[in-house]
């Protein structure tokens, strides 16, 4: 069975830093590329990363780009995203998913708060 | 960056009704459309992929269609458990983009 577990989450003050974890079972990890998505409270779905298999590729969404990095450690099943900078609007809660063409599965996501 | 205008936003239906939500590319994007349902407090449930394929276990009564530039996604004699909030994305070319999703309630 496929599992994704994220965390790291919190509450943090605008332009500090935090790192998010998912760690991955049930399938092979260093074969699939992973996903970061987020929502808003009361918002709609965001993609905000993308890591090859083997994080020879990353794309990013503008939102984020140059703030947030992702990166993957295959030997240890997990998914991160670090996050600099963080602003108010960062607030969300935040999915690690792994996409296939047939099927998706999604973490049950971390909630991350950006307020002084 | 590609745009997926959605609608409607709210989509009231009573419980046996047929729906259809639609999105709209403002870029070709070939068949790389899904949909997804997302409850309260759930993470987000893939329900066609392919923008015509029904993913599994997903009731029959939901079906996915393009014409065009246009993707619909169909439900056929609404029940109750398909009260929820309705998501496309587009994942031809990054960033991906989700459309802004259509809340379906009973009316």
């Known amino acids: 069975e496929v599992q994704l577990v994220e965390s790291g989450g919190g509450l943090v003050k605008p332009g500090s830093s935090l790192k998010l974890s998912c760690v991955a079972s049930g399938f092979t990890f260093s074969s699939y590329g992973m996903h970061w998505i987020r929502q808003a409270p009361k918002k709609g779905l965001e993609w905000i990363a993308l890591?090859?298999?083997?994080?020879?590729?990353?794309y990013y969404a503008d939102s984020v780009k140059g703030r947030f990095t992702i990166s993957r450690d295959n030997s240890k099943n997990t998914l991160y995203l670090e996050m600099n900078s963080l602003r108010s609007e960062d607030t969300a809660m935040y999915y690690c998913?792994?996409?296939?063409?047939?099927?998706?599965?999604w973490g049950q996501g971390v909630m991350v708060t950006v307020s002084s | 960056d590609i745009q997926m205008t959605q609608s409607p936003s709210s989509l009231p239906a009573s419980l046996g009704d047929r729906v259809t939500i639609t999105c709209r590319a403002s870029q070709d994007i070939g068949n790389y459309l899904r949909w997804f349902q997302q409850k309260p407090g759930k993470s987000p449930r893939l329900m066609i992929y392919g923008a015509t394929n029904l993913a599994a276990g997903v009731p029959s009564r939901f079906s996915g269609s393009r014409s065009g530039s246009d993707y619909s996604l169909t439900i056929n004699s609404l029940e109750s458990e398909d009260m929820a909030i309705y998501y496309c994305?587009?994942?031809?070319?990054?960033?991906?983009?989700f459309g802004s999703g259509t809340k379906l309630e009973i009316k």
């Open positions: 998913a792994k996409f296939s063409w047939e099927a998706d599965y």
């Open positions: 994305l587009q994942h031809n070319e990054y960033p991906l983009t």
């Open positions: 890591i090859y298999y083997d994080s020879s590729n990353k």
